[in-house]
């Protein structure tokens, strides 16, 4: 089946693409390639995109699929019986298996297709906490949560009484698992914390974490948002009960996401939300609900981005993780080492086992008039907060820069941010 190629506005500028120069051998320069995007001028330059933790940029392959579906597959599914209904359906689920197999889970009837993180987060805490909490019981958090991984988690907290524990973070911006472990209780039902934080990079030790809260009796939700596309998760071996990723910052469409849940915990819980495909069938006396997964997928879904969410999947099981994972290790060494060149720079977050992402602040200088600056060399970064407040006053600033890397950067774009910094220096300095 072909369709129009989609072909970028205009024509790449005058760049060798680096190779990667690191152990993991990625091709970089077809790689890159393979993302139009990076073709495009940004203010009359080329683009270093250094702000994958907010969302990623889309392969070819990615949005051909999502412009394939409207051109040629478009139909509702789980409800037609003619040919287009049946082929999305199809297309629909085999992600659904394409997604079981990338998070290592046992069962398709334990991956429920929603929004993203943010929605599973709020799935979970409705619909396993709310029903299960009381008061006196207790929700284990780390103070180095996305405001998705504290919000829900508060309200569910103030419907039902229960209380809201945080486990302090140090200074590098780890959790500090002595004091995690001392929280820990009887009374802990649900521990829910970051694969990776957002704001800091730090990387949890999750396995022993999910390790030490189920022998504690509380169930473990993991936010796996900055995890998805830049390591390998099996959540068989993880043995949590639920994690959840989010499509755009795996290189796959906005609106798509993924819950894992575990079988029993899923199959025991309400539904989240009513209406079309979460039922078996209703009358105005009584409702059967629907079999997993369908029973928490009400309504028509983002049938496009769960087909573009499957090549997004296919495209990094290509590249492979561990390679990705070995690339942006070697790129958040040498990012680390050239920021320390630049007088006046604090990095913020400093965790020994961390991702590829690079929080600062810059003496004299508001992390958004850095970001403005940067943004005059076609370096898209991003300032603020990241929506992680808490974890911002424990380092005490408002904001950071911060830059996140991704599978096509390279150690030129690492260098053009450090030229960018030097310019920012030259004026605040
Ligand atoms: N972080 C960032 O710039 P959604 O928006 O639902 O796809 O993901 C929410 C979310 C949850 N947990 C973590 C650790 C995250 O990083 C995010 C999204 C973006 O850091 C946008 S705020």
Not at 168 to 196: C, M, N, Y
Not at 367 to 393: K, S, Y
Not at 401 to 406: D, E, I, N, P, Q
Request: overall charge negative; some cysteine.
């Amino acid at each position: 089946m072909s369709t129009t190629p989609i072909t970028p506005e205009s024509t790449p500028q005058g760049r060798t693409p680096a190779t990667t120069g690191d152990r993991s051998g990625l091709p970089m320069e077809a790689l890159r390639r393979e993302f139009p995007i990076l073709r495009v001028p940004v203010r009359g330059r080329r683009l270093v995109y250094l702000d994958n933790a907010a969302t990623t940029q889309k392969p070819q392959s990615v949005i051909e699929a999502v412009a394939r579906y409207y051109f040629r597959q478009n139909a509702n599914i789980h409800r037609g019986v003619h040919y287009l209904s049946m082929e999305a359906t199809q297309a629909y689920e085999e992600v659904r298996e394409k997604t079981r197999r990338f998070l290592g889970a046992r069962d398709t009837r334990e991956i429920v297709f929603l929004r993203g993180t943010t929605e599973a987060v709020n799935l979970v805490a409705q619909s396993y906490g709310r029903p299960l909490l009381g008061p006196g019981d207790e929700i284990l958090i780390t103070h180095l949560e996305h405001h998705s991984n504290i919000v829900p988690w508060q309200m569910v907290c103030r419907q039902t009484g229960a209380i809201l524990r945080v486990a302090p973070i140090d200074d590098r911006g780890e959790v500090v698992l002595e004091e995690w472990k001392q929280l820990l209780s009887p009374r802990t039902r649900i521990a829910a914390f970051a694969h990776v934080s957002n704001a800091l990079g730090t990387i949890n030790p999750i396995r022993e974490m999910t390790a030490l809260a189920r022998a504690a009796g509380a169930a473990v939700f993991i936010d796996g948002a900055q995890a998805a596309a830049h390591t390998p998760i099996r959540v068989d071996e993880i043995d949590c009960d639920f994690y959840c990723v989010s499509g755009h910052k795996m290189y796959g469409p906005t609106g798509i996401g993924a819950l894992y849940g575990r079988l029993e915990l899923l199959e025991s819980m309400p539904p989240y939300q009513g209406g079309g495909d979460m039922i078996a069938s209703v009358t105005f006396e009584e409702t059967v609900y629907n079999e997993l997964p369908h029973k928490f997928e009400a309504g028509t879904p983002n049938i496009a981005g769960t087909i573009g969410l499957g090549k997004a999947i296919d495209f990094l099981q290509e590249h492979g993780l561990e390679r990705i994972a070995a690339h942006e290790d070697a790129l958040l060494d040498y990012g680390t080492n050239r920021l320390r060149e630049i007088e006046g720079l604090r990095l913020v977050g400093t965790a020994r086992h961390k991702a590829a992402i690079l929080g600062f602040t810059v003496d004299g200088a508001h992390p958004h008039d850095v970001g403005t600056i940067l943004d005059q060399e076609g370096i898209a970064v991003r300032a603020g907060h990241h929506c992680a407040q808490p974890a911002m006053e424990r380092f005490g600033v408002a904001a950071t820069v911060r830059a996140s890397l991704g599978i096509y950067n390279d150690k030129d774009d690492i260098d053009d941010l450090i030229a960018g910094l030097h310019k920012v220096r030259e004026l605040f300095g």
